[in-house]
């Protein structure tokens, strides 16, 4: 059994700041892939940033140079740091964890983050 829980999200002003988390708890797996997607309305759900257990991680080109994202990999954590936020940055921000060896990908239910201008 995995559990995705996020936290984090919510209203801020263009040009703000919000830090998102996210831990996947399992006693059997460990993951090799941990990163945040978001999803605006009526748009499909987009890759934001991973990182992986070698350490490399990947960036949206949007988002390059505003968010960072970083990990505690013992503790099964990932964050979203997002400096710098804009309207279209507006959307419900998902953790997805992926299973060392077997592939299989678990995701939380979301959190909503609102950049008004």
């Known amino acids: 059994q995995v559990q995705v829980v996020e936290s984090g999200g919510g209203s801020v002003q263009a040009g703000g700041s919000l830090r998102l988390s996210c831990e996947a708890s399992?006693?059997?797996?460990?993951?090799?892939?941990m990163g945040w997607y978001r999803q605006a309305p009526g748009k499909e759900r987009e890759l934001v940033a991973v990182?992986?257990?070698?350490?490399?991680?990947d960036y949206t080109d949007s988002v390059k140079g505003r968010f960072t994202i970083s990990s505690n990999k013992a503790k099964n954590q990932v964050y979203l740091q997002m400096n710098g936020l804009k309207p279209e940055d507006t959307a419900v921000y998902y953790c997805?964890?992926?299973?060392?060896?077997?592939?299989?990908?678990?995701w939380g239910q979301g959190t909503q983050v609102t950049v008004s201008s």
């Open positions: 997805k964890a992926r299973v060392a060896g077997w592939g299989h990908e678990y």
């Open positions: 399992s006693r059997r797996y460990s993951f090799n892939l």
């Open positions: 990182t992986l257990s070698n350490g490399s991680t």
